[in-house]
């Protein structure tokens, strides 16, 4: 296979392959679509360009008499000689066209399947490809057509159009195939004024023109000043055309038949025949494609740089994304337990100060609860006339003789009974703060953000595993309450008698004499009453403010540190393939992202290896030596001596590769 054909036929297929990726340029990031040289085709109405592309095809396969509302590309491979011709759409790779109506009769229904039967444009291209004795290889994009109109919605159509072609045209690695009517002023040509600016740019090295229906002109009118250009310079030579007239048209003349007419006219032409060598669709075709090739040869070195920074851009999405996941169980069970630690480090860090959040645990014990002890309603409790009334129901019928201790032991387990509430408060409050961490670390925990499913399993089996240990925290910190009610300290009331007198006297006194009877039931004494028990209070209020966080902490923070995940893990691994399958179901709309991103690098790779394979430095020898002739095709006798060789082979893992994941047979 020549060169020339293994560069065209690889960017073809890398086209093809964006194409099915939906990368066919357009958006904000640029795509590698854009960065494959193509030749855009572009005229006015009535200007002959789909008679010119059937006359480089051979073939008639267009739509006629209406407007181009999707982008063609139409992709040309020559076949040995003696093949049968057919097309091939890359909406349908398995159906081969023999019958060229049939193409056009798809082309046009394909169009109305995207944007109906309305007048909108897609940039959504329609790939087609041919396989022809009769044609050369070569890759155009038939581009929305100009059509003038003079109102309502084909006016709207006709601004949308020439927006999106001259977008297109934009590009720096498109050559454009400007065709203009000879019957009409080349100064107002569609196709020129749309190319114009380019012109000026590049000089129009960008810019092909094409000049149809010269057969059409006046009687005793020429178009040799446009032709050799005098009336508007290109610096590559313009190209005549002579299409086939409405009546062969309409006789379903033969296109080879049409070719031969075409070169007769330019032959027997008394003002075209010194330029008949470089007139005609053929000649059109052979010069295009060789410049194409050219264009692609020195937009290698941009287009692998592209490729690789994407191929580093993918690479970091697949793994933030993370990779496919594998079917067998253990493989399964395996990710589900990397996952679960990847949550439980996270969250430790979480407690152990790494992250925020743990402090808020510290804070229950050193605001919330001392600031709920403070609040109980002590006061209330040890007031003077009801502190009268439990000692007075505590000694029955017979007063206390020298102290009222049931008197106090009923004051001291009631008055214990409040710290229930705090408590228990500073169990719930940890458990609140565990349970919003745990949402929080799954959130933060990336790997995780691709399994919906097992985000939902984990968060429900950490929340039952904290409400286990708030239960045992709840039961282990109340029993320390209740410790207090069942055995009152008694060095702290045998200490009463020998405080020392709070008169100022110095003398010891007791806290609790015996009193006359006249004083036993003063205020003063159930005044003393209400203050020891205070005091017993006070003592044990500091002993739980230190207790309940050990205890809220050894039953609750600790075991969620050391066991949250323990039922869950044995859970897990009871389940069988499908089961666990369910946990690692992703995110739709993440699977997508991933398959597409997949596609993509390995299309990326696959292009990058093929174009490293190719040796360039020889084709860039072998293509500098070709000498471009003034007619602009290669001159074969530029060429070095000996046989010619090919300068790089398409492997056949490039093929493969496009057509596993793209399901695109290969031409």
Not at 204 to 229: C, I, P, Q, S, Y
Not at 314 to 336: F, T
Not at 366 to 384: I, M, T, Y
Not at 422 to 427: F, K
């Amino acid at each position: 296979m020549a060169t020339m054909e293994n560069v065209i036929v690889l960017v073809n297929r890398i086209q093809r392959a964006c194409t099915v990726l939906g990368d066919h340029g357009g958006g904000d990031v640029a795509a590698l679509w854009e960065a494959l040289p193509s030749v855009a085709v572009v005229g006015g109405q009535s200007s002959g360009k789909s008679s010119v592309l059937e006359s480089i095809v051979g073939r008639d396969f267009l739509p006629r008499g209406i407007v181009t509302r999707r982008p063609l590309v139409l992709q040309l491979h020559k076949t040995e000689d003696g093949v049968q011709e057919y097309a091939e759409f890359l909406h349908m790779p398995k159906r081969r066209f023999t019958d060229f109506a049939l193409v056009r009769k798809e082309i046009q229904d394909e169009t109305d399947r995207l944007t109906g039967k309305t007048k909108q444009i897609s940039p959504v291209p329609i790939h087609l490809s041919i396989y022809s004795p009769h044609v050369v290889n070569l890759t155009l994009i038939d581009l929305p057509g100009l059509t003038k109109v003079a109102r309502g919605s084909l006016k709207a159509l006709f601004r949308i159009s020439k927006a999106w072609c001259a977008s297109d045209v934009d590009k720096p690695n498109c050559l454009i195939l400007a065709i203009s009517p000879a019957n009409q002023d080349i100064a107002t040509s569609d196709a020129i004024k749309l190319a114009r600016k380019w012109i000026q740019l590049f000089y129009g090295e960008r810019t092909f023109g094409v000049l149809t229906k010269l057969d059409l002109m006046d009687k005793g009118t020429n178009a040799l000043d446009v032709l050799e250009g005098r009336a508007y310079r290109l610096q590559h030579p313009w190209v005549g055309i002579v299409n086939r007239s409405q009546a062969d048209i309409n006789r379903n003349v033969d296109m080879i038949i049409a070719r031969r007419k075409e070169q007769e006219f330019f032959d027997s032409s008394p003002e075209y025949s010194h330029l008949a060598s470089r007139m005609g669709s053929e000649y059109l075709a052979k010069l295009l494609s060789q410049h194409l090739e050219a264009a692609i040869r020195s937009r290698i070195p941009s287009i692998t740089s592209l490729i690789n920074k994407t191929i580093d851009e993918l690479e970091s999405e697949m793994d933030h994304l993370g990779r496919p996941i594998a079917s067998d169980a253990g493989a399964q069970l395996y990710l589900i337990l990397e996952l679960c630690r990847a949550f439980d480090k996270i969250f430790k860090e979480h407690l152990d100060g790494g992250r925020p959040g743990g402090d808020r645990i510290y804070g229950v014990f050193d605001n919330q609860l001392p600031s709920a002890l403070r609040k109980l309603p002590f006061d209330r409790h040890l007031s003077v006339q009801n502190v009268k009334r439990v000692v007075s129901q505590a000694d029955g019928y017979q007063p206390h003789l020298i102290a009222p201790e049931q008197g106090y032991r009923r004051l001291i387990e009631s008055a214990l009974n409040y710290f229930r509430g705090p408590a228990e408060a500073s169990v719930d409050a940890v458990h609140s703060v565990l349970k919003e961490l745990v949402r929080i670390s799954i959130g933060e925990t990336q790997e995780l953000k691709r399994f919906p499913t097992l985000q939902t399993e984990l968060a429900a089996a950490c929340y039952k595993a904290l409400e286990r240990f708030r239960e045992d925290g709840r039961k282990t910190t109340l029993r320390l309450v209740d410790m207090e009610s069942a055995y009152l300290t008694v060095e702290f009331f045998r200490k009463l008698p020998q405080e020392v007198d709070k008169t100022g006297t110095g003398n010891p006194r007791t806290a609790n004499p015996p009193a006359p009877s006249d004083d036993r039931y003063t205020d003063a004494h159930f005044r003393r009453i209400a203050s020891n028990v205070s005091s017993y209070i006070g003592m044990v209020s500091e002993t739980l403010k230190n207790t309940i966080p050990k205890s809220v902490v050894h039953c609750q923070v600790r075991e969620a540190k050391r066991s949250l995940l323990n039922d869950f893990y044995t859970q897990v691994g009871g389940k069988d393939t499908k089961l666990l399958a369910v946990l690692l179901d992703e995110d739709p709309a993440l699977m997508e992202r991933r398959l597409q991103c997949f596609k993509r690098l390995e299309l990326y790779k696959s292009a990058r290896d093929e174009i490293d394979s190719m040796s360039w430095t020889r084709g860039r020898k072998l293509f500098g030596s070709r000498s471009i002739n003034n007619t602009g095709i290669a001159s074969e006798h530029s060429r070095p001596a000996g046989p010619a060789r090919p300068v790089c082979h398409l492997r056949v893992s490039f093929v493969s590769v496009i057509a596993d994941i793209f399901h695109i047979r290969d031409g």
